[in-house]
């Protein structure tokens, strides 16, 4: 029943280590998204993807890399992982137009250490 | 560019007491303003969008285009108000947050 579903939700590794955090919604939706939340509980953006097409990109460091094999899915694969990464990690999405609400996954939790 | 301000990061009141959450906006286009809740440790929920004008759990926000605000409003807080509150501004393919207010709401 789970609208927005990402997997893990806890992650540790180490520095130098390359991780996948997997997203699958079941909405319908033909946008989804990446956003990071901080230590300090700022939300940013970090991809969008409609219909598999990557849409917004907000100079994230190309360790990171999305990967939309189709609408239902976008991945997110990180090389590299240095502790600054670490955060909260959320997966989103919406069909796109007035007023249409984004919804979230329960946020996969990043640990580098 | 499109930025939302929530000028608060701390709000604690008592449980019985109105609350309101600012927030104001900059955006050029015809907005979509949202208030997003994330209680302890688990995801973002939608609370409010302003153009349902509904009230959801007690809370109300209206779109002041004028004062370009939508500051939410609750006239008696609940000790399980307490959590952190975000305010979102949405255009095609993105959703820009505010830095987010925690709320407290003391028994």
């Known amino acids: 029943d789970t609208a927005v579903s990402q997997t893990p939700k806890y992650l540790v590794t180490q520095m130098g280590n390359d991780k996948s955090i997997k997203c699958e919604q079941n909405?319908?939706?033909?946008?989804m998204y990446w956003y990071k939340q901080d230590s300090k509980k700022f939300l940013k953006i970090m991809f969008s993807?409609?219909?598999?097409?990557?849409?917004i990109n907000e100079t994230v460091p190309n360790r990171f890399s999305p990967k939309s094999p189709d609408k239902a899915h976008l991945n997110l694969h990180i090389n590299s992982l240095e502790l600054g990464d670490s955060a909260v990690y959320f997966c989103?999405?919406?069909?796109?137009?007035?007023?249409?609400?984004?919804?979230f996954g329960e946020g996969s939790w990043l640990t580098v250490v | 560019a499109q930025r939302v301000t929530q000028p608060e990061k701390l709000l604690s009141v008592f449980k019985g007491a109105p609350v309101e959450l600012k927030c104001n906006y900059s955006?050029?286009?015809?907005?979509?303003l949202f208030w997003y809740v994330q209680y302890s440790r688990q995801r973002l929920q939608l609370l409010l969008r302003?153009?349902s004008r509904e009230s959801i759990k007690g809370f109300t926000a209206d779109l002041n285009k004028g004062e370009t605000s939508f500051h939410l409003k609750k006239p008696f807080a609940q000790e399980e108000d307490s959590a952190m509150y975000y305010c979102?501004?949405?255009?095609?393919?993105?959703?820009?947050f505010g830095k987010g207010t925690l709320l407290t709401v003391n028994p």
């Open positions: 993807y409609n219909n598999k097409e990557l849409i």
């Open positions: 989103a999405s919406n069909q796109v137009g007035s007023g249409n609400t984004i919804y």
């Open positions: 979102a501004l949405g255009s095609n393919y993105k959703l820009t």
């Open positions: 955006y050029s286009g015809s907005p979509e």
């Open positions: 909405l319908g939706h033909d946008t």
């Open positions: 302003h153009i």
